[in-house]
């Protein structure tokens, strides 16, 4: 889509000009601003901007939701008008986390580490999906593809392979990036969670005895009096996460004292030796014993209250998307993933909120087109469509945040949903969101995500249009004080 270089303009004036801009980049759908003064933005004006479906501070960063696609093309023209050059989006989160608190830092931190990890879990979930199709039973007839069709079989075995590599190899993944934001080189986080799931070690998975019920002795090492497990940290988070913070800082710390004639042979070796040994000595060991106690709680509170902790994480989960802080999550379903459930809790409330979003933001669009006001009418319907395909920032920063009820709405719904899902104890795996986000849920939570997915479907509709007609005096007024909408 072509891009109209006066909205463009129009854009940067309603920031405050080019001298307010510090770094700009953007992601899928977003132009990501570090503005020095965010209060020299004149909202009411950017949003008369037919190229703007929505805006929003965030973590320190202004964000101007423009659409996929559409973006880049609005990104390169933006450059081009402020003459500023490309900015990374690391340069714009660094410009941004000179004003965040502690706390915000160390969730940006978070962010960092596993955002990028996300198309491969992704891809991961949804050929997990494929091969849920091709070997579970139920869905088809009483039989699976891969037994009603044999031939199917290797293929559906290849899938799996494919599917389960990132999440098997994942220390290696988080390694990699970890160090990239931790200031370390790496290609040494990558080898450092390599060598933390080296198949040569004892599995956390294969130390139970089925006939006993009992564990089996870990295998150790003697080094001069010290005895260390051999214990392999598959899928794990925490243990790989610590100690490539220390590879970085032990890293860093070497190259500023030796010399460039040998630093290839000294820095690498002996940070990886040191933390290598100190990861399976302390790191792991504690780690390992941390997210056991974090995986405990949640899995605590979904066994003694699965309706209250669903409710609970339902009806945060969206408002947590609007501050950022909904990244730290991601880390906690890695967690539970990796645990002997299987799966996480979170994941599939994730999914509903999508949904009831798109949802709120369909029952905008009718409202919208019956006041015939053409470019918020095409804004909401793209951006329901959007949200069922698990993609909700439009929906939330262009329609339904803006027109307030709808949000709330939405939020209501993914608590209910929530708190049923919990009561049932409802598993998927990180994948994908949105209607598609069935493929991701465990096998025999697949009916019950569905009764779930309908309310998401339909709850936040009734809801918008019943908070429409209550809504005077909001921002939603000029949609609700038509007297044809009011009868």
Sequence with gaps: MAVNRDDVRRIIDAIGGKENVNAATHCVTRLRLALDDESKVNKEELDKIDLVKGSFAANNQFQIVIGPGTVDEAYKVFTEETGMGESSKEEVKAAAADKMNPLQRAIKTLGDVFIPLLPAIVTAGLLLGLNNVLTAGGLFGKQSLVEMYPQLKDLAEIINFI?????????????????????????LGLVLGL??????????????????????????????????????????????????????????????????????????PVALLLVGFLSFLIIGPVALWLGTQITGIIQFIFGQAGWLGGLIYGLIYAPLVVTGLHHMFLAVDFQLMSSSLGGTYLWPILAISNIAQGSAAFAAWFLYKRRKMVKEEGLALTSGISGWLGVTEPAMFGVNIPLKYPFIAAVITTGIVGA???????????????VPGIISINEGFRMTFLIGMAIAMVLPIVLTLIFSRFSKGSEAAPIVKDEKLMK
């Design 163 to 187: 599917a389960a590599a990132p999440f098997i190899f994942l220390p290696a993944l988080i390694g990699w990036s970890a160090m990239r934001v931790f200031g370390g080189s790496p290609i």
């Design 195 to 268: 060598i933390m799931c080296h198949p040569g070690l004892a599995s956390q998975y294969s130390l139970g005895n089925a006939e006993t019920g009992q564990l089996t002795e870990i295998p150790q090492w003697d080094v001069f009096g010290l005895h260390i497990n051999k214990l392999n940290y598959q899928g794990q988070v925490l243990p790989v996460l610590l100690a490539a913070w220390l590879l970085a800082k032990v890293e860093r710390f070497l190259n500023k004292r030796v010399h460039d004639s040998i630093k290839m042979l000294v820095v690498g």
């Design 420 to 434: 049923l899902f919990g009561a049932q104890k409802v598993l998927g795996k990180v994948g994908v969101g949105g």
